[in-house]
């Protein structure tokens, strides 16, 4: 008799928030796909039946930020090294290919890896491949982006500017308004990099529009989205009531826990939490989004919340609403099985301030178009 699933996921808690679901279920997967998410599938009915009772299934971990144009730039990690041991599946690069290196990142990084890898592209030609801040005079390719967009809508998926002084050279704002032209033309959204500018967020958060992201909302260098006192710039619930993002980015100067827990207290939690790591950063960070997740979760952000944030709406701000970050018939059958492991667990952040936890999210098994791999991450 053939086997009516190719795997089944059976017995775990299942949670996905995007699709309303948290109890125990099965899943199972024909042909790379869901096709069943419901409890007490028969396992006899699968040719292969993964173990989930002990553990919590959730769609495949959505890394909207991270770098991992491996070989081109000195920060690139490789995105099957960096994501499959901690169940992310798709992971979208943050600005590492500009306009003169897309074509490598395109044929080596996506056509190379298992993991599902998209890119907001820089708006720069040298993108992260230059020794010098790319948004500088001369380094801007606003035609040719626009030009990308138009040839390859299914990988570059928004224009990334990388805002503060160190990269522009001075003001922002210039940058940030060509860039809001270059989105205009094309459709696609801008993910910008906030901390460090010349200008306050009171001027600049005006000029992004629904669908566009903030990354790095939590970062403690000047110029953020805290006023001198602490308190959230009223510019920034004024985006995010128009539809503007704030995505967490944690990289390696980003993340604070005082500014965190200031927005968390402020009823400012982040849309999307990714981990904007490197090659540099992932053996801090190792297992890489899963990390950057249980710092949140030691934050007190309740666990659907966090799953949501690294699942449904990442995917949905990536254009892929319902086909990743979720766990309902259709869907690419895309998996991470985790497990809760208790005891005592410190986390640092940029300015060296430390928080501790009792439990942490550990990778168990990642599920890719229905493929299982399992963890070899120990820490």
Known sequence: MTAEYDLLVRGGRVLAPGDGLDGRHDVGVRDGTVVAVAPGLDPARAATVLDASDALVCPGLVDVH??????????????????????????????????????????????????????????????????????????????????????????????????SARITGGPCRPMLELGRRVSAETGKPLHVHIGGTVESMTELLPLLS??????????PLPNGLLDGDGVLLPAAREARERGVLFDCGHGMSHFGFAVAEALLAQGFPPDTI??????????????????????????????????????????????LAGRVGALRPGAEADLAVLAFDEGRFGYGDAVGDRRVARRRLRPVATVRAGDVRRTSWIR
């Open 66 to 163: 991270a770098h991992v144009y491996w070989g081109a730039t000195s920060i690139g990690a490789w995105p099957d090294d960096v994501c499959a041991d901690g169940g992310v599946t798709t992971v979208a690069d943050g600005g590492s290919a500009g306009t003169d290196a897309f074509a490598g990142f395109r044929r080596w990084i996506v056509g190379g890896s298992r993991t599902r890898v998209l890119c907001h592209l820089n708006l720069s030609r040298v993108g992260l491949t230059g020794l010098v801040g790319e948004l500088r005079p001369g380094l801007v390719d606003p035609d040719g982006v626009a030009r990308l967009i138009r040839d390859h809508p299914d990988v570059i998926v928004g224009i990334k500017l990388r805002l």
């Open 274 to 319: 990714s981990s904007d790591l490197s090659r540099r950063s992932f053996p801090d960070l190792a297992p890489g989004l899963l990390t950057v997740m249980n710092k949140w979760l030691a934050l007190g952000l309740p666990l659907p919340d966090v799953i949501r944030a690294a699942t449904a709406s990442p995917a949905a701000a990536l254009g």
């Open 210 to 219: 629904s669908g566009d992201t903030v990354t790095h909302y939590q970062t």
